[in-house]
T-cell receptor, first 112, second 114 residues
């Protein structure tokens, strides 16, 4: 089955501590992976994508094809990182159309 | 402003009723996607339109339908509403459907069914 799994609904860390938001996927083919963030009362916005291998707001994510994972990491959490984070996948399905699958999200709370 | 406009922002209606949610994509984007965000199920893909045609379908109920008009705005119609349909409905748009270069999301319509 094709799916994106974010095992943690809620992750609480202290300010300054490292953060790792887990994302595992199941997909036959070569998907593209993304992380989206939703701050309180704001719309979802793209945080980063694996093809660009960029670092946004101190976050990085490495695609591990062997482990089918795309964990989001930040070495030192800040209070303003508190938000809902969604891992997402895009890939061409067997019918030729694109599939877009989001994980259920992880709420990150950074404690002072 | 991200360029994706959704109206209304809030909607309260009774069970059994029908509502229409509207989305105007970012200028130049041909694809429009609808998502349902609920507390227990996260973000669920409902349906995608590309330049007026249905392109992909997700977990969309038969009571729900959508369309994209020649000016590229899209409407999501929800009928025979049930309490469980209460959720935040997001529209997103993207450039041509040759890949997924990242969506631009609207701010959503919060639907409350009472």
């Amino acid at each position: 089955a094709q799916r994106v799994t974010q095992p943690e609904k809620l992750l609480s860390v202290f300010k300054g501590a490292p953060v790792e938001l887990k994302c595992n996927y199941s997909y036959s083919g070569s998907p593209e992976l993304f992380w989206y963030v939703q701050y309180s009362r704001q719309r979802l916005q793209l945080l980063l994508r694996h093809i660009s291998r960029e670092s946004i707001k101190g976050f990085t994510a490495d695609l591990n094809k062997g482990e089918t994972s795309f964990h989001l990491k930040k070495p030192f959490a800040q209070e303003e990182d508190s938000a809902m984070y969604y891992c997402a996948l895009s890939g061409r399905g067997t019918s030729g159309t694109y599939k877009y699958i989001f994980g259920t999200g992880t709420r990150l709370k950074v404690l002072a | 402003d991200s360029g994706v406009t959704q109206t209304p922002k809030h909607l309260i209606t009774a069970t059994g009723q029908r509502v229409t949610l509207r989305c105007s994509p970012r200028s130049g984007d041909l694809s429009v996607y609808w998502y349902q965000q609920s507390l227990d199920q996260g973000l669920q893909f409902l349906i995608q339109y590309y330049n007026g045609e249905e392109r992909a379908k997700g977990n969309i109920l038969e009571r729900f339908s959508a369309q994209q008009f020649p000016d590229l705005h899209s409407e999501l119609n929800l009928s025979s509403l049930e309490l469980g349909d209460s959720a935040l409905y997001f529209c997103a748009s993207s450039e041509p459907d040759i890949g997924f270069d990242g969506y631009t999301f609207g701010s959503g319509t919060r639907l409350t069914v009472v």
